[in-house]
């Protein structure tokens, strides 16, 4: 191959992986509705003060981590070649690191205000 000749990726290709992608996706997301139903039944009114915030927060940002993996893994899909799939690669990974700050601040956040409002309800702690 010569060296200012680009690899392509072919377009079958592409369009199979773009496939396997979207069906991976519908999967998931049955599998999250699922968990979703699981984490709201009847027992979840019984958490303490704040913590199903947590919770409701945790599907949300679950959903949305996903959704951005499978928006990088459609891209990728469609990809015409190596410099562009090192591309999305970078700049996926830059934003998820900067997301999983804030998530982690976020969560920080919830949960110390889930515990202030859990130990403000317990009988006998004033």
């Given amino acids: 191959m010569p060296r200012n000749q ?7 290709l592409r369009q199979l992986a773009e496939d396997n992608v979207e069906h991976a996706r519908k999967l998931y997301l049955q599998f999250m509705e699922g968990i979703s139903q699981a984490w709201t039944t009847p027992s979840a009114d019984r958490a303490p ?16 981590n996903a959704d951005a993996a499978f928006n990088l893994a459609r891209d990728v899909a469609n990809a015409k070649d190596l410099q562009e799939l090192v591309t999305l690669q970078t700049r996926y990974v830059q934003s998820q690191m900067e997301w999983y700050a804030q998530q982690t601040q976020e969560f920080g956040r919830l949960m110390a205000k889930a515990l202030r409002g859990a130990q403000s309800s317990t009988p006998g702690q004033d």
């Fill in 6 to 12: 680009q690899f392509e990726i072919p377009q079958e």
């Fill in 49 to 64: 003060p704040g913590f199903n915030e947590i919770r409701e927060r945790a599907i949300k940002i679950t959903r949305e």
